[in-house]
């Protein structure tokens, strides 16, 4: 898989901003966990079940990243995919190939929308009728994560010359004029 020959190099700055978008993202997690468990333990249990499989698809991928065991913006978006990665992934050699970092990415997508659906889904039928500012308050923290984390962690990431995601970011530089900050073109 084809890296990057000039990795970005994190700025106390970076940390600090990663931290800020990663915050609603907390705040969404802790908030859908507790009012899931409220109802019900088993359905708090697979909503964590869920985070676990986007953090081992994460996993895998983080084993050919550039970033891997130094600072990676994924510790503050609340995954523990770096440390797992290094773990399951001792053996540098043995990086993924690229169609493996495609299927790895596509199954992080179904875990983490499947993941924000399910949540939602839950806190909407259950809660709904008693708290409907809570759950409209969590889902705007959710989509305030989104485009804070896109427009910060894309331009930066190390797998930003293959990764689908960095390309609609590339796409939208280009028609904006946007610029965040960091080396987004790739080799």
Same mark, same amino acid.
């Given at each position: 898989? =084809?890296q990057k020959k000039?990795? !970005?190099q994190?700025?106390? /700055?970076?940390?600090?901003?990663?931290? %800020?978008?990663a915050?609603? *993202?907390?705040?969404?997690y802790?908030?859908? %966990?507790?009012l899931?468990a409220r109802?019900?333990?088993?359905?708090?249990?697979?909503f *964590?079940?869920?985070?676990? &499989?986007v953090?081992?698809c @994460?996993?895998s991928?983080?084993a050919?990243c550039?970033?891997?065991?130094? !600072?990676c913006? &994924?510790?503050?978006?609340?995954y523990f995919?770096?440390?797992?990665s290094?773990?399951?992934?001792? #053996?540098t050699?043995k990086?993924?190939?690229?169609?493996s970092f495609? @299927? +790895?990415?596509?199954?992080?997508?179904?875990?983490?929308?499947?993941?924000?659906v399910?949540a939602f889904y839950?806190l909407?039928? *259950?809660?709904w009728q008693?708290?409907?500012l809570?759950?409209?308050?969590?889902l705007? *923290?959710?989509?305030?994560?989104?485009?804070?984390?896109?427009?910060?962690?894309?331009? /930066?990431?190390g797998?930003? +010359?293959i990764?689908?995601?960095?390309n609609?970011?590339r @796409?939208f530089? /280009? #028609?904006? #004029?946007f610029d965040? &900050?960091g #080396?987004?073109? =790739?080799d």
């Open positions: 898989m =084809s000039h990795v !970005y994190w700025s106390k /700055k970076d940390r600090l901003l990663h931290l %800020i978008s915050a609603p *993202l907390i705040t969404f802790i908030g859908s %966990i507790y899931l109802e019900s333990i088993y359905l708090a249990g697979i *964590l079940l869920l985070w676990v &499989g953090n081992l @994460v996993a991928i983080c050919g550039p970033y891997r065991g130094g !600072y913006p &994924g510790v503050c978006q609340l995919a770096p440390f797992l290094m773990l399951m992934y001792k #053996d050699e990086r993924l190939s690229h169609w495609k @299927v +790895n990415l596509a199954l992080l997508g179904i875990f983490g929308i499947g993941s924000y399910f839950w909407f039928r *259950l809660h008693e708290h409907p809570v759950v409209l308050g969590l705007v *923290l959710l989509l305030l994560h989104m485009p804070l984390s896109f427009f910060m962690l894309c331009p /930066k990431c797998y930003n +010359n990764c689908p995601m960095a609609v970011h @796409v530089k /280009k #028609d904006s #004029d965040g &900050g #080396d987004a073109s =790739s």
